[in-house]
C-alpha cells in the first residue's frame, strides 16, 4: 500500500564519520591521543540523497523526494597511555523526507565505545614511520527507537561489535597513507511485529539476524602542524542480507553496501586556545539498498591536558 | 604504566565489548508445530453442513482394492523397502509435514501473500501498470496481494480444503480402509497415526486441494508450490500413514473439488474490481454532488484507489441484499465541525505518540510486503488450532469459517469505503504525517476494524474461554489506525460494528453447521 520505499546509508556512516573527527584521532586513523589529554567536542553532519538502489536498482521516489538526516554527536578520546586511547561517541539524529506521507522521527542512536592500542611505531625506511594499530569497538542503542521505519527510523538497533587492524604510514615531511579494516559482529534486532518478510521468505518472528559487515578505508592526506587534511575512498560491504524487493520499503537487515569518497580539512587553533575545527564533504559513489548521500560535516573539539 | 596494566586496560575494555554482543545470531524462521495427534478423530465430519459443494457425494470415491488383494501388498511392501532407507531429508520432510497440512498450508499461504503483496513500481511517465494473470512473473509481479485480494484468496484455499476434507471424511468412513502402519506390524508410524481411515488420504486431498487453489491465485509461485504438495504426500507415504492408492485417490479428489472453487473465483467479480478511469472519476464527481471532499491519492505520482469494484464480489455468506443491509451510516461531512474534531484528534495522537502506541502501530501495521491483516488474524488463529490439537477437518473449518469472515468483511468494508469516498486526514490536514505507511483508498471505515471485529466474533464462538483476548486484540488492531494516523475515530468505530455484524453470519451458519 506504501510505495515510499527507500533505503538509508546513515547507521554506518555515523561510526566512520563522527569517528574520524577527533582532532588527530578517529577510530580507523594511525594516530592516538596523547597520554592524559582528553579531547572532546561535537560534530554535526547533514546527509541528504534523492536517489537511493532498490537492490542494484538505482531509483528516485515521489513519496521520499529528498531524503535528509541530520546528526548531531558527541564525540570524545582519552589518551590512557601513550599506546591506548579510549574513545566514546554518541550520535542525536533527526531524519526527514521532503515529500510524502512519512513522519520523520528522531532521538538518541547509538552509544559507541572504543579502544585503540598501538601495536607497533618504527621508523620506516628514512622517510617517515610506521605504525599500526587494533581497535575494538562496541555499540549499542542509547534508547528505545524502532528500526523498522526505514528510511526514517535513526538506526539499527543492534548491538554491534567490531574488531579493526590499522596500518598507518607518517612521512616525516608531513604526508601520510592509511589502511585500515574492519569485522563488525552485529547481534539480532527486535521488531514490535510478530512477523516479516526478507530475503525470499517470511519470518513467523519477531528477530531479525542481522547479516557482519566487513569494510575498510584506505586513506592518504597531509599534515603539517596544526592542518591535517585527508581524503579517504571507503567501502562497507555487509556479508547477507537481502535486497530491497521492487517497490517495497527497505528492511533493517537488507545488504546495505556502498562506496564513499570522503574529504576532510582539520586544523587546531594555538594555545591557549586549543581548539580543533573540522570541515568535510563525503558522497556515495556506488550503492546496494543506500541512499547515495552526500554529507556535509562540521565539528569543533577542544582539549584538554591533565 | 607497565605494559601489562596496558593489556588488561586493553582487555577489560574488549571484554566488556563483548559482552555487549550475545552469541546467538540464529531465528527460528516457523511457529513451532508439534506432531499432530487430534483430539478428537471428528468422525462425524462427512455430514456436516456444505458451503458451496451440494454434498458430500459430489464427488465420488471409487471403492479401495481389498486389504489382501496382490496390489495393496505391493503398496505396503513398497513403503517398507522406503522405510529402511530414508534419508535425512526425508525424515526433516515427514517431521514438516507431521504439523498438520491444513496448519503447514496455512504458514506458506502467509508467506505466498506477504511475497506477493507488493504494489506495482510506477512507469516513468507516471502511470501505474496493473498486474496481468496472464503474463505473472513479469515487473509487475501478479498478483498484487493487497487487503482484499488476501483476504479472498486465504478464503478461497480454506473453504476447498474445508470442503474437500469433509467429502474425504465422508468416504473414508464409507471404505474404513485403516493405515498401513495399523495394517502391517512391519510399518513403522513415523507421524502419529490414528483410527482415522487412510482411503482417501486427507494429507493427499490437501495437497490436491491447495495446489489447484494457489495456482489460480499465485500463478508465478508454481514452483513452491507443486514442491510443497508433491512433498506432503511423499511424507504420508513413507510415515507409514497412507498408501500409495490411499494417496492416489485423495490427490484425485481434491483436484476434482478445486474444479469448482476455480470456476467461482473465475466469475465473483474479481476481475472488474480494478475498475475503469470513468469509473474512478465517478465516485470523486459523486462525492464533489454530495458537497463533500472527495478522496485523492496521496501518493507522488498519484495512484488508482485500490480495486474501488471489491465490494461487488461475490461474499460467501451473504447475499447482495444483506452486504447492503449490512452497511453502517455516511461518515461525519467532511466540512462539519465533528470531523475537524476528529482531524484533530489524530494531529495531536500522532503528535503526542508515545514508544508503547508506536509499538502497537508497528504491532498491527500489516501494510505491503507483509501477510496482510487477514494473514495477522490467521496468524492468531494457527496458534488457537495447533494447542487445542484440532483435526485436520476441524482445523480447516476454523480457518474457513474465520476467512469466510474476512472475505465477507472486505466486500463490506470496500462497498462503504468507495460509497463514500472519505478522505484520509493527510489529505483534510497536511500536517498529519504518517509513522506507517499510508494506504492507497478511502479512509471510511477501516479496513484493520472491519477484518478484526469479523474475525474476532468468529474466533470468539469457536474459542469461547479466549474471546476476552480475542476482543483486546480487536481492540488494539483497530486503535493502531489512529497511531499511525491514518484514520479517524468514526472509522474505528463504524468499522468494529460493521465487522462484528458481518462476522455474525459466519457464526449462525457454524451454529447449524452439525459440527458441534
Not at chain 2, 496481494?145 to 484455499?157: C, D, I, L, T
Not at chain 2, 464480489?313 to 467532511?334: C, I
Request: aromatic fraction near 10%.
Amino acid at each position: 500500500m506504501l510505495q515510499t520505499r527507500t533505503s538509508t546509508v546513515l547507521p554506518f556512516l555515523l561510526i566512520a564519520l563522527a569517528a574520524a573527527s577527533l582532532e588527530a584521532q578517529t577510530i580507523d586513523d594511525g594516530s592516538l591521543m596523547p597520554r592524559r589529554a582528553l579531547g572532546t567536542g561535537f560534530l554535526y553532519a547533514h546527509e541528504s540523497w534523492s536517489q537511493y538502489w532498490e537492490g542494484s536498482l538505482k531509483r528516485d521516489n515521489g513519496n521520499i523526494g529528498t531524503f535528509t538526516t541530520q546528526t548531531v554527536t558527541w564525540v570524545a578520546g582519552y589518551g590512557v597511555t601513550d599506546r591506548l586511547s579510549v574513545m566514546a561517541m554518541l550520535p542525536y539524529v533527526w531524519t526527514h523526507a521532503s515529500q510524502g506521507p512519512l513522519h520523520g522521527m528522531h532521538g538518541l542512536q547509538d552509544l559507541t565505545l572504543a579502544a585503540k592500542y598501538q601495536l607497533l611505531s618504527t621508523p620506516f625506511t628514512d622517510r617517515g614511520t610506521l605504525r599500526a594499530m587494533v581497535v575494538g569497538a562496541a555499540g549499542m542503542p542509547a534508547g528505545n527507537y524502532t528500526p523498522d521505519f526505514l528510511p526514517l527510523a535513526i538506526g539499527l538497533a543492534s548491538r554491534r561489535f567490531s574488531g579493526r587492524f590499522t596500518l598507518n604510514f607518517q612521512a616525516h615531511q608531513g604526508w601520510f597513507l592509511n589502511g585500515s579494516a574492519a569485522y563488525t559482529w552485529r547481534t539480532k534486532v527486535k521488531l514490535d511485529r510478530p512477523a516479516y518478510f526478507t530475503n525470499g521468505q517470511i519470518y513467523l518472528s519477531d528477530e531479525v539476524a542481522m547479516p557482519a559487515v566487513f569494510d575498510y578505508t584506505v586513506s592518504a592526506g597531509y599534515q603539517y602542524g596544526r592542518l591535517s587534511i585527508p581524503i579517504s575512498l571507503s567501502q562497507q560491504r555487509t556479508l547477507g542480507g537481502g535486497d530491497i524487493r521492487r517497490q517495497d520499503m527497505p528492511f533493517v537487515s537488507n545488504r546495505m553496501n556502498f562506496v564513499r569518497a570522503d574529504g576532510l580539512v582539520m586544523y587546531t587553533l594555538p594555545a591557549p586556545v586549543e581548539l580543533g575545527i573540522r570541515v568535510g564533504m563525503s558522497r556515495i559513489v556506488s550503492g546496494r539498498n543506500v541512499g547515495q548521500a552526500t554529507t556535509l560535516t562540521g565539528g569543533l573539539f577542544h582539549t584538554f591536558h591533565f | 604504566m607497565r605494559p601489562s596494566l596496558r593489556q588488561s586496560v586493553l582487555a577489560v575494555a574488549l571484554s566488556g565489548a563483548a559482552a555487549l554482543f550475545g552469541c546467538d545470531n540464529s531465528i527460528t524462521s516457523s511457529e513451532a508445530l508439534p506432531p499432530l495427534q487430534a483430539a478428537s478423530l471428528d468422525s462425524g465430519a462427512g455430514s456436516w453442513g456444505m458451503i458451496f459443494l451440494s454434498g458430500p457425494t459430489q464427488f465420488a470415491v471409487a471403492a479401495p482394492a481389498a486389504e489382501t488383494s496382490a496390489a495393496y501388498r505391493a503398496e505396503l511392501a513398497s513403503i517398507k523397502s522406503t522405510q529402511a532407507n530414508l534419508t535425512d531429508a526425508q525424515r526433516r520432510s515427514i517431521e514438516y509435514w507431521s504439523g498438520g497440512g491444513v496448519l503447514r498450508w496455512n504458514q506458506i499461504l502467509r508467506e505466498l501473500v506477504a511475497r506477493f503483496n507488493l504494489p506495482p513500481a510506477p512507469r516513468r511517465d507516471g502511470t501505474y501498470p496493473v498486474p496481468d494473470p496472464e503474463n505473472p512473473f513479469a515487473d509487475p509481479q501478479f498478483p498484487f496481494a493487497n487487503p482484499p485480494y488476501a483476504s479472498r484468496a486465504y478464503s478461497y484455499v480454506t473453504v476447498a480444503q474445508y470442503e474437500a476434507l469433509k467429502t474425504a471424511w465422508y468416504w473414508k468412513y464409507q471404505y474404513h480402509r485403516p493405515s498401513p502402519a495399523r495394517i502391517d506390524n512391519g510399518i513403522a508410524a513415523l507421524m502419529p497415526v490414528s483410527d482415522l481411515p487412510a482411503y482417501p488420504s486427507e494429507d493427499a486431498v490437501l495437497s490436491g486441494v491447495t495446489v489447484e487453489m494457489l495456482k489460480v491465485l499465485f500463478p508465478a509461485a508454481v514452483a513452491l508450490i507443486t514442491q510443497k504438495a508433491g512433498e506432503q504426500r511423499n511424507a504420508a507415504l513413507w510415515s507409514g500413514k497412507a498408501s500409495a492408492s490411499d494417496i492416489a485417490a485423495g490427490l484425485a479428489l481434491g483436484k476434482s473439488v478445486a474444479t469448482v472453487f476455480v470456476a467461482r473465483a473465475g466469475a465473483d467479480g474479481m476481475r472488474n474490481a480494478v475498475g475503469t478511469k470513468t469509473q474512478w472519476q465517478a465516485l470523486a464527481d459523486t462525492a464533489l454532488a454530495r458537497g463533500e471532499i472527495p478522496w485523492i491519492s496521496q501518493e507522488s505520482p498519484p495512484r488508482p484507489p485500490m480495486l474501488p469494484n471489491f465490494g461487488l464480489v461475490q461474499a460467501w455468506l451473504m447475499t447482495p441484499a444483506e452486504v447492503a443491509t449490512e452497511r453502517p451510516p455516511a461518515p461525519p461531512s467532511t466540512s462539519s465541525p465533528e470531523m475537524q474534531q476528529e482531524v484533530a484528534e489524530v494531529r495531536q495522537t500522532v503528535e503526542g505518540l508515545t514508544r508503547e502506541q508506536l509499538a502497537i502501530a508497528y504491532k498491527w501495521n500489516d501494510g505491503a510486503g507483509t501477510y496482510a491483516p487477514p494473514g495477522h488474524w490467521n496468524d492468531i488463529a494457527a496458534e488457537y488450532i495447533r494447542d487445542a490439537q484440532l483435526s485436520e477437518v476441524r482445523a480447516a473449518r476454523t480457518f474457513a469459517l474465520l476467512n469466510m469472515a474476512m472475505h465477507d468483511a472486505a466486500v463490506g468494508c470496500w462497498g462503504v469505503k468507495f460509497l463514500y469516498f472519505n478522505p484520509r486526514p493527510g489529505q483534510l490536514d497536511p500536517s498529519i504525517r504518517t509513522v506507517i505507511g499510508l494506504p492507497n483508498f478511502p479512509a471510511y471505515p477501516s479496513g484493520h476494524s472491519t477484518f478484526s471485529a469479523s474475525a474476532a466474533v468468529v474466533l470468539s464462538y469457536l474459542f469461547p474461554e479466549a474471546a476476552p483476548a480475542f476482543d483486546a486484540m480487536k481492540e488494539e488492531a483497530s486503535i493502531s489506525r489512529i497511531y499511525g494516523g491514518i484514520h479517524y475515530r468514526s472509522d474505528i468505530e463504524r468499522g468494529k460494528e460493521h465487522g462484528a455484524r458481518i462476522g455474525g453470519y459466519a457464526v449462525r451458519f457454524a451454529q447449524q453447521d452439525g459440527a458441534n
